[in-house]
Each structure stands twice: as structure tokens, then as C-alpha cells.
């Protein structure tokens, strides 16, 4: 499902294999599992994580044919991709995304997730769906898009619009950082762009503590999801 390497001081998670990697509790506990083992390596100097995938897609979002059948997988999906997206705010050690396909939905959130995000020019797209789908966008969804796009009109675009995005238009809109040739020149560039990081030598934890400052909002949004979840207990009405 997905491979970690350690290439000097930066940690590259790979997803594997050349299908849509529609995030499943399968591939969401593998992603997961390797962040789990990049935190328990004792941290003796700067890092930083690269994540990026193999084939046509980043990520083509939820596997929407495994939950469609039982509401409760849906909640589970959601339930986990929220950890996901939690330990990735809580990393101690700046992100990358090097996107090197299409990435929809919450493909897109999960690219989002990172502090940064690469994109090959070539091939790939990024597409919030859940219009075209007939799938309404969650808020925590929102909360993070919020904090990362600050155009309203690009957000209007992406969520009101369902409009499928190349690289050279996100980085118009300040979707993403930067767009290169292809893959192989996307993930190099993270590379290069992670060693950069790497070089400022700084404390990892004061990193993820600051990168909680930023993104408040979308941690308070991520134990619940009202697209998926039952509502919350208000409590009775005078």
C-alpha cells in the first residue's frame, strides 16, 4: 500500500501501485502506520516528510463503491482519514505533497494536509467532486480549504464550481506552491525544496506546535463530521 525511505534527512512515503488509491481504512491505516513508525525513530536532527504515489492518481478520494452499501463505512472512512489528517498537522517536521496525479475530494484534502504542495504539469488534476457526485463537503473539509486557499474566489471555484484544475491554474490560484515538468522532476524538486527546509535546523516539535497555531480551526473541526456522523447532542430546549 505505501513504502517509506529514508534518503538522508527527509523521510519519502511513497503510495504504491498503479491503481486510484481510493482512501479505504486499508490504505488509510497503512499511510498512518508509517507515520506512526517515522515518530517513534528517536528525532536527532531536523527532518521533514515527502509524500507522493506511484501511478496516474495521488489519490482519487474516498472508495466510495466499498462504503456506498453500509452508512456506517462511510463514518469509519471519515473517522479515520480525521486521525490521519490530525497526526499529519501534529508531525513534528515540516510536509510536502508531490503530487504526481490527479487528486480529488479527499485526495485533494489529504495533499492539502501537508505545508506544502508540488504538482507535475503534465498529467493530473486537482478536483473537489463532491458536486458533480451529489455529496455534500463537510466543514471540517472546508475549514482546511479555508486556511489554505485564500482567494474566495478559487475556493468558489473548487467547491461551488467542481472545476478540474491543472497544475498551472492551482498555482495561479494559490492552490499549490509550484508546478514542474513531470514526475520525476515533482518529486525532486520536494526533495530539494525538503533539504532546504532541512538545512534551517529547526526544532521539529516547536514546528508542529506552531503549525497547530495556523491550523486551529481545521483541528477543531476534525472530530466530527455532520456529512456522516449523528448530529450532536444539543441538549432539550426550554
Known sequence: MCTLEKQGSLYILTITGPGEHR??????????????????EPITSSTALITTAEGK?????????????????FQLMSRKLRSLISDLILLPMPT?????????AAGLILALSHDYVLMRNDRGFLYMSELDIRLTVSAWFMALIECKVGNPTAR????????????????????????????????????????????RKWDGHVYAQNRVVVLREVLDHLDYDETVDQPKNTGSKL
Do not use: C
Open 96 to 104: 510536502i505533497a508531490a503530487v504526481t496525479g490527479h487528486a480529488s
Open 23 to 40: 482512501l479505504n481504512p486499508t490504505l488509510i491505516d497503512a499511510i498512518q502506520s508509517t507515520l506512526d513508525r517515522i515518530k517513534s
Open 156 to 199: 468558489r471555484e473548487m467547491v461551488l464550481k467542481a472545476a478540474k484544475l491543472t497544475a498551472k491554474e492551482a498555482v495561479e490560484r494559490g492552490i499549490i506552491d509550484a508546478a514542474y515538468d513531470s514526475a520525476e522532476e515533482t518529486v525532486k524538486a520536494a526533495v530539494k525544496l525538503g533539504e532546504e527546509l532541512v538545512n
Open 57 to 73: 492518481f495521488f489519490s482519487n478520494g474516498y472508495d466510495i463503491e466499498w462504503a456506498k452499501s453500509i452508512q456506517s463505512n
